[in-house]
């Protein structure tokens, strides 16, 4: 089982991107967007379940964000809008197979799968 997300890129602050998180060929219960600055530790930033229905995201970037599945494409999508200089980071998807509720998504040591990184700049 392989987690890729993509997606990344510069953008000027006030612009969006799409990430996106491909598993392969396994749809997971819990798909989470974590990110790390470097000197800190990996931050939460969504999480969705299997169904879409229950949806996580982090007080620091609420309003901007808006995470998605596509199961027939064992996708899940993050996207960001209205990007600041401070969203700058490399971008992690990480996913289970359990469901997990908020005190649990929040959590690194949850997760028994990740991705890559994938490098999101924001340009002021």
């Known amino acids: 089982v392989q987690l890729q997300a993509f997606g990344g890129g510069l953008v000027q602050a006030g612009g969006s991107l799409r990430l996106s998180c491909a598993a392969s060929?396994?749809?997971?219960?819990?798909t989470t967007w974590f990110r790390q600055t470097p000197g800190k530790e990996r931050e939460f930033v969504a999480a969705?379940?299997?169904?879409?229905?229950?949806?996580y995201y982090a007080d620091s970037m609420k309003g901007r964000l808006t995470i998605s599945r596509d199961n027939a494409k064992s996708t899940v999508y993050l996207q960001m809008n209205s990007l600041k200089p401070e969203d700058t980071a490399v971008y992690y998807c990480?996913?289970?197979?359990?469901?997990?509720?908020?005190?649990?998504?929040?959590?690194?040591?949850?997760?028994?799968?990740w991705g890559k990184g994938t490098l999101v700049t924001v340009s002021s």
């Open positions: 060929g396994r749809t997971f219960s819990t």
């Open positions: 969705i379940d299997w169904s879409g229905s229950r949806i």
């Open positions: 990480a996913a289970d197979y359990r469901s997990m509720r908020l005190e649990s998504v929040k959590d690194v040591g949850q997760y028994a799968y």
